[in-house]
C-alpha cells in the first residue's frame, strides 16, 4: 500500500488513542488493536502476492507441468460433438501448483486471473509433431500468455509456445 497505506493505518492508530482518552475499555482498545493488525497484514500478504504474479505478452514466462490432449466441441455451436458439434484436440498443460497472471491497465483484452492450473498451448503444426512425444509427461514449457479471446480457446490463459523441454 506504500506511504498512502501507511497513513491510513497511522490515523487509525490516533483514533484509538483518542478512544482510550474517550474512557473505552482496556478489552475493547485490544480489539481494534488486533483488527487493525489484521487488516495490515492481509493487506501486505495480497500486494505480495501480486507481485509474485505472472505478466501477459510480451514477456516470456516458464512454467511447468504435464501436457494432455484434450478434445472439446468446435463449429458450429462450440457446444456439443454428440449434438454434431466439430471436434478439436488441444493440448493443456496442468500444473499443480495455481498461478495468476496480472493484467496491466494497457492490456487490452487481457484479465487478471488466479488459480490458473490449467492452460491451453498454442502451437503450430510444426511443433505438435517436434514436441509429440512430451504428451503425458512433465515439462517446462516457455512462451508467452494471453487471455482467451474466442470459442476455440477452452481456458481462462494460454501460452503461445516458444519452446518444451523436459524439467532438470
Known sequence: MGIIGSQKYCIILQDVRRYATAGLNRLMIRKLIVVLLLGIS???TSSAQRSRCLKYEPEVVELNGTIH???FPGRPNYESIKEGDEPETYWILKSKKAICVRAD???DGNESEA????IQLVLDQRQ????KSMLGKKVTVKGTLFHSISGHHHTKVLLT???IRRPG
Open 128 to 131: 505438435y509433431v517436434i514436441y
Open 115 to 118: 488459480n490458473v492450473t490449467r
Open 161 to 163: 509456445v516458444l519452446e
Open 42 to 44: 492481509l493487506c501486505s
Open 69 to 71: 490432449r484434450q478434445t
Open 105 to 107: 491497465s494497457s492490456d
